[in-house]
């Protein structure tokens, strides 16, 4: 079946410093590709999709860009924030389905 | 703009009781998703409604889980005769007809089974 597999367990940052999470994923068809993000006490938030090959999907200063040759969707920042430490969520949904594959999650903490 | 609701926000059962999870879309969307998730499993689907019909319930546990749409600003888990590894943060997500792959996610409700 699909799958997601992402940098697993915790990335430790200070502020300023630049991010990457790696995701690369697995799927019979062509996907669309999703980050979340998810802070304590809440639902995981729609961060950002991408759906065609080298489409690249952005918010809050977060990027990543579809790339089908290596099936990756990996998130970059230049810069992060204390208030940027949460756990984020690579995730896929195949052609014409709706059931979100999500990756198990990388804890990022960002040190002041 | 009200998003996703979920009652209660945390419930403590006892083993062997019910619990009935309570969600509301947001107005306007069409699709409603509930999933669960655990640290070790992390986030698994359970099931779907398009227009408040069931579409999936593929990932609903076979014995003791149902859930319903009576209308299409509600929806309900229910969990009968509760056991300890049914504890885990159970999700309600909703999206907008024809863009059911962007779900927009509640706060959750966390279920204890003692």
């Known amino acids: 079946g699909d799958s997601v597999t992402q940098t697993e367990g915790q990335v430790a940052l200070s502020e300023e410093d630049f991010l990457t999470i790696h995701c690369n994923y697995s799927?019979?068809?062509?996907?669309?590709l999703f980050w979340y993000v998810q802070y304590p006490g809440e639902g995981p938030q729609f961060l950002f999709r991408?759906?065609?090959?080298?489409e690249k999907g952005s918010s809050r200063g977060f990027e990543a860009t579809y790339d089908k040759g290596t099936t990756s969707f990996h998130l970059r920042k230049a810069s992060v924030q204390e208030s940027d430490s949460a756990v984020y969520y690579c995730a896929l949904v195949d052609t014409n389905a709706y059931k979100v594959i999500f990756g198990k999650g990388t804890h990022l903490h960002v040190l002041p | 703009n009200a998003g996703v609701i979920q009652t209660p926000r945390h419930k403590v059962t006892g083993k062997g009781q019910e619990a009935t999870l309570w969600c509301e879309p947001i107005s306007g969307h069409s699709a409603v998703f509930w999933y669960r998730q655990t640290i070790v499993q992390g986030l698994e689907f359970l099931t779907y409604f398009r227009n408040q019909a069931p579409i999936d319930d593929s990932g609903m546990p076979k014995e003791r889980f149902s859930a319903q749409m009576p209308n299409q600003s509600h929806s309900t888990l229910k969990i009968q005769s509760t056991q300890p590894q049914d504890s885990a943060v159970y999700l309600c997500?909703?999206?907008?007809?024809?863009?059911?792959?962007?779900?927009?996610f509640g706060p959750g409700t966390r279920l204890l089974v003692l």
């Open positions: 799927a019979s068809g062509y996907p669309a």
């Open positions: 991408a759906s065609r090959d080298k």
């Open positions: 997500a909703s999206s907008l007809e024809g863009n059911q792959d962007t779900q927009y």
